[in-house]
């Protein structure tokens, strides 16, 4: 069984920057397909960014491609969100996601974490 827990969410104003971080414990971080996933109230979940389990190959909705860069490191099994020029839109609540996948956006996420709050507002 895997376990993610995210951090990093706070309250910020627009234009402003932050970056998330996901730790995977539990067996073989180096196989997981990860994402990132946001919801706000009154919409549906949509994924904003996923990696492969190599951390080669990235994928990035064409609305956040530019602002949002996902990453890996496998020695600290931990994933992160770098988020910058924040906009309104963007609040919502993340969460991480993972499973055993050799595919850079799988069909299903397995493992999912508890989430974490992003506020942007002025």
């Known amino acids: 069984q895997v376990q993610l827990v995210e951090s990093g969410g706070g309250s910020v104003q627009p234009g402003e920057s932050l970056r998330l971080s996901c730790v995977a414990s539990g067996r073989s971080f180096s196989d997981l397909s990860t994402g990132w996933f946001r919801q706000a109230p009154g919409k549906e979940r949509e994924m904003v960014a996923a990696?492969?389990?190599?951390?080669?190959?990235?994928w990035y909705p064409d609305s956040i491609k530019g602002r949002f860069t996902i990453s890996r490191d496998d020695a600290a099994t931990t994933v992160y969100l770098q988020m910058s020029s924040l906009k309104p839109e963007d609040t919502a609540v993340y969460y991480c996601a993972a499973t055993y996948s050799n595919t850079v956006t799988p069909t299903r996420y397995n493992f999912w974490g508890q989430g974490t709050l992003v506020t942007v507002s002025s």
């Open positions: 990696i492969s389990r190599n951390g080669v190959t990235t």
